[in-house]
Structure formats: C-alpha cells, structure tokens
C-alpha cells in the first residue's frame, strides 16, 4: 500500500474550477492506476475518474467529461483532478485512491490505498 494525500478542495461558485491533487509516497506511483471518487451522504461512491500505469490510458464517468481532466506528474508521484465548468451536482467530498494495476477500474473494491478525502462545495 501506499500513503496518499490529496489536497485542492475548497467552495467555488458554479462554472468555477479547482484542481485537487494527489500525493503519494511510493516512488513507483505512475506504476499504479489511481482513481479519483466522489460521495455524498446517503449515496455509494461514484468513480469520478482514472488513469492508467504510465498514463496509457484513463477513464471519465459520463457527467464529468469534456469539463474533467485527470493527469499525473511522476516526478512529483502526483495525480490531479482540473475540474472545470463545476456544477453544484459536483459537490461530495472527494477521495484518490491507488493499486498496483496496469489498466483502468472504477471498482472501489479494486483499490488498495485511499486518501483520506477532500471537501469540494459548488454553491453560489
């Protein structure tokens, strides 16, 4: 397992952006998928989005696309989340999450390491 720690979240207005960040302390993360999730009370966690081992290949749940970008930064062992054209359907805290895997899933059960979630409030 690897330790992660996101950071970013915050409260925008709606049509605003923030980016969330992902930091882990393995320094074989880009050998890891990571997926970013999102939840709200009283609802399953929802895969948000995921990139592949060496970023061959990434994943965006239907509502998030053309407004969501995920990417990572191997020398920073970083993944971010650009959130763009954010919607108040957007809010949940939102959580990266890791394996040592080398395609994409949305599977909360597939991932071995979590962060421990970051707050993000659209509202005007």
């Known amino acids: 397992q690897v330790q992660l720690v ?17 930091t882990a302390s393995d320094v074989r993360f880009n050998e890891h998928a990571v997926g970013w999730f999102r939840q709200v ?3 399953e966690r929802e895969a948000v989005s995921c990139i592949a081992r060496y970023d061959v ?21 970083t993944v971010y989340l650009q959130m763009d054209s ?5 809010t949940a805290v939102y959580y990266c999450a890791a394996v040592y895997y080398s395609g994409v899933t949305t599977e909360t059960r597939d991932f071995t390491s979590w962060g421990q979630g970051t707050q993000v409030t659209v509202s005007s």
């Open 6 to 22: 996101e950071s970013g979240g915050g409260l925008v207005h709606p049509g605003g952006s923030l980016t969330l960040s992902c």
């Open 41 to 43: 009370p009283g609802k």
């Open 57 to 77: 290949r990434t994943y965006y749940v239907d509502s998030v696309k053309g407004r969501f970008t995920i990417s990572r930064d191997s020398a920073k062992n």
């Open 86 to 90: 954010l919607k108040p359907e957007d």
